[in-house]
Structure formats: C-alpha cells, structure tokens
C-alpha cells in the first residue's frame, strides 16, 4: 500500500494581528515557499493501534501512546479518530516534516496539524472536507495557545487569502492585484501565547485605550481589504506601516523586528511590519516586484536569518496540497 501524503502551507498575516483575538477583522495569505508534510504508511507487521511517529526537525521518535494527551500530535491524531468514529487505529507509521520555522509567526503548529489531520482521515479511507479539518486544527491551536483567533488554522486549511473575523468567520479574498511581498526572519523565536497573553494583561490594566487601538488596526483591514480587491494599491504600503506603528503601541514589536522594518523601508519596500505575534519571528515588506532581492539582501545584511520572497496572485485560488 502506497503512503498517503498531505502537505500544508505557512501563512502571513498581512494586516490585523492581535486586534483579531478581539474580534477585529484580520488579513492572512498562504506561503507556499514552506510547507508542513505528513505521510502514513501502514505497519502490517505492528500491533493494531500502533502509531510510530517520527518528526526529525523537532527530534521526535516516539509511540502515539507514549506521547501527553495534551501534545499537537496526540490531539491532532485522536480528535481525527474520534471525528470519523473509528475505536482503534490500524497499525501505522506516521512521518512529520516541515520547512516552516516553528514560533515564528509563519503557522507552523497549524500547518503541521492540518496535514496530519487530512492524512491521517486519508488512510483511515474517509478524507475529511476542509470544514472539519479546519474545525480540528483549531482544537489542537486552543489546546496549545488558550485564545487563539482561529486564523491560522483557517488560512492553513483553505489555502487561500482570507479576511477573517472570530465571530463571523472568513470570507475568501479575491486580491485584484498581483502583489510581492518579502518575508525577513529575525531568528527570534517568539511563542505567539506569550505576546497574546501580554496584550491580555495591557487590555485589561487600560481597556479604553487598547479598545480603541484594535478599532483602528479594524479600520486598516478593512481599507486594507479594498485596496486588495478593487485598488488603489498605492495605500497599501501607508497600511502597513500604520500597523506597524500600532502594533508596537500594544508592545509586540522588538528591537529586531524594528530595525528590520526600518531596513526595509530604507531599501525601497512601500511598506512593512511586524507578521504574526510578534517580539521576534517573522517580518514582512510590501515591494515592488523588480526590488524585492534588493530589500530582502537589505534585510540579510541587517540580521535577517531568512528572507523569502512570496507573491499574491490577482483573482487567483492557489491550490497545493
Ligand atoms: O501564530 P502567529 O504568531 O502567527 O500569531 C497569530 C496571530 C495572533 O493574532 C497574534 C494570535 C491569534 O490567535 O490570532
């Protein structure tokens, strides 16, 4: 039997971050440059039940049961088992590998639980449809982040940009322009609950002035949004930057990731900030198509460990699973 294999992509948040989880609407896109894969292959010789997981990046060789019951895998793995009502697993081996940088800002916890969620219900012969996957996905980034948005796991799943909003859902985007963006990795790794629960602290010592920051990156989306869709894009890049300087009223931002913007910026990008929670991870610029090696060469030289360079496509549904 041939293994089954399921990749997902990375993600950038483009626009909104934090003033999500508060029911703000945010902007996210696939990056397909990075990738989460897992493959299933059955273990005929093996116990029924038995699931051998190998994870090389993170140093992981172990039995399903030997794993937390509160571990992403384990939640992953049983909440697709219980979805598809199948008391015990075939014997299997499951191996996980990722060219996404874990805390990050770049959706790699998501990324390798949708791809082990579709696998898995894959082998198991009942393929589970995006809606169910993405629902999944979710419960393990609850698990692991208290309070998250669901952004992530959403723009993981479907693949596509989206506009999102925790109490609405998503609604895909159908950008009207094609875009480039370049990605700039400080190196820092940054557990996005950390910053989350920072701006938690910050919201509620002083409710108002917060409140009213999450309005206004609210009002960047959705300008943001049109500008995608219909244009001009020329606000775009003063979108971002606004952002940015809102983000870094709420604490996310750090030395890093400022002096990367600036680099940025400086190099010809029409705009940047930070992607994601932020303190470290990832950063993005908005550039023109001919400039982006010129800003992401900017970014190495300033410290940037990473540069990737990523493109939206105008009225185009990406697909690569
Ligand atoms: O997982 P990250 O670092 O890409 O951050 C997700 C975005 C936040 O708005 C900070 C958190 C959330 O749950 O939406």
Request: include cysteine; charge should be neutral; hydrophobic fraction near 45%.
């Amino acid at each position: 039997m041939p293994a089954i294999l399921s990749k997902a992509p990375g993600k950038i948040i483009l626009f909104g971050e934090h003033a999500v989880v508060y029911d703000r609407p945010a902007i996210a896109i696939p990056v397909f440059q990075v990738q989460a894969k897992a493959s299933i292959l059955a273990d005929p010789l093996a116990p029924p039940g038995r699931v051998m997981i190998e994870a090389h990046e993170i140093g992981l060789r172990a039995n399903l049961s030997s794993l937390p019951e509160d571990h992403p895998l384990t939640l992953a793995i049983r909440g697709t088992q219980e979805t598809l009502g199948i008391p015990r697993l075939p014997a299997m081996r499951l191996a996980i590998s990722s060219t996404i940088p874990v805390a990050a800002g770049l959706g790699s916890g998501a990324a390798v639980s949708v791809a082990v969620i579709r696998a898995l219900s894959a082998f198991l012969g009942a393929p589970l449809e995006d809606e169910e996957v993405n629902r999944l996905a979710y419960k393990v980034e609850q698990r692991l982040h208290g309070t998250p948005s669901g952004i992530d796991n959403t723009v993981v799943t479907y693949a596509r940009p989206v506009y999102f909003c925790r109490s609405t859902g998503f609604q895909p985007l159908k950008p009207g322009i094609p875009l480039t963006f370049v990605i700039g990795d400080t190196g820092v790794k940054s557990p996005t609950a950390e910053a989350v629960g920072d701006v938690r602290i910050l919201w509620q010592a002083e409710p108002e002035t917060t409140e009213a920051i999450f309005d206004q990156i609210g009002g960047l989306v959705d300008k943001a949004r049109q500008s995608l869709e219909t244009g001009p894009a020329g606000v775009l890049g003063p979108l971002m930057n606004e952002n940015q300087t809102l983000l870094e009223r709420i604490g996310v931002s750090s030395l890093d990731l400022d002096r990367l913007v600036k680099v940025a910026r400086k190099s010809g990008a029409l705009g940047a900030k930070l992607s994601g929670g932020g303190r470290g991870g990832n950063m993005i610029a908005l550039v023109e198509e001919g400039n982006a090696e010129t800003v992401a060469a900017g970014l190495r030289a300033a410290g940037a460990v990473r540069t990737t360079i990523t493109h939206l496509h105008a009225l185009e549904v990406q697909e690569d699973r």
